[in-house]
């Protein structure tokens, strides 16, 4: 019993630990319907090119995408095979590597991007930061740093990204 | 151009809504293969394992589950299967619909439901709660309500809940 109040969250804790996800999840899923019905793009399919937009002649290795988007191996993998049949992306394997494997976004993949980056931009104004004072992003700021210092994650790549 | 200022995130807003996202879900990353290392629950069955053990008779139609845990038909069809498999659930087509399955945790489900939530607790303690100080989780608290209210979601069903 003396164990568990050392280790155990309060109640009043474990609230607002699922608050916190299921609003982050809640917001990711409407950004993410609608981005898919304004411009045909998944929020997979966004992350991918935006990565690859900003990258030198809109390429990567594709392990260097998977780091940098967060995803596993084949979870990309699949994706991109999807993104491929699309022509949105292209892989063409490595000359100096021979497991390794570069994706480029195509022409009509950074066309849709920059479609699909108008939309999605006003969306997360709209549902995000039109939802909280100037306070309030500042408080939630702070609040990312600290869990992120904590969980020894670093900044996330995108901090200098555009978007 | 003018359009752009009025309806477009500042770099430092958009900064902040990915540092927001990207950090949930590293923490929901995290406390997921923590709890899958400690208990051999993923995260899935943990959601469907609590929806189901406070549960009357711990059974809920498949549909009020799909809503409750906030997935989609086809996703929660699968993972039953899975769960099925694995003797952690049992699906029994409904006596008075047709087209209703009524889904139960079995008495092994809710022991591995148990023996998860010791470390899984223990975990969201030492990963979230110990991460800030409580000014800050108020804050936090305070800026989920804002984001839900202005989403129009409700508070999540797991306000009432044990976690």
New interface residues.
């Given amino acids: 019993m003396a164990e568990n109040h050392r280790?155990?969250?309060t109640?009043d804790?474990?609230?607002?630990?699922?608050?916190?996800?299921?609003?982050?999840?809640?917001?990711?899923t409407?950004l993410g319907s609608r981005l898919q019905s304004e411009s045909s793009l998944s929020t997979g399919d966004y992350q991918v090119l935006l990565a690859l937009t900003e990258a030198p002649q809109h390429t990567l290795r594709s392990s260097e995408l998977a780091t940098l988007i967060?995803w596993e191996r084949s979870r990309l993998s699949h994706h991109l095979g999807r993104m491929e049949k699309r022509h949105l992306i292209r892989r063409v394997p490595c000359a100096d590597d021979v497991h390794g494997v570069d994706v480029t976004a195509t022409e009509s993949g950074r066309a849709a991007f920059r479609a699909g980056s108008?939309p999605h931009?006003?969306a997360?104004?709209e549902?995000?930061?039109?939802?909280?004072t100037p306070e309030?992003?500042a408080?939630?700021?702070?609040?990312?740093?600290?869990?992120?210092?904590?969980?020894g994650?670093d900044?996330?790549v995108?901090?200098e990204r555009?978007?």
Same sequence: chains 1, 2.
């Fill in positions: 280790t155990m969250p109640r804790q474990l609230r607002i630990w699922r608050d916190y996800i299921e609003t982050a999840q809640a917001l990711s409407s967060g108008v931009l006003r997360v104004r549902l995000f930061v039109e939802a909280l309030q992003l408080h939630l700021d702070n609040t990312s740093a600290a869990l992120r210092r904590h969980l994650v900044a996330p995108a901090k555009a978007t």
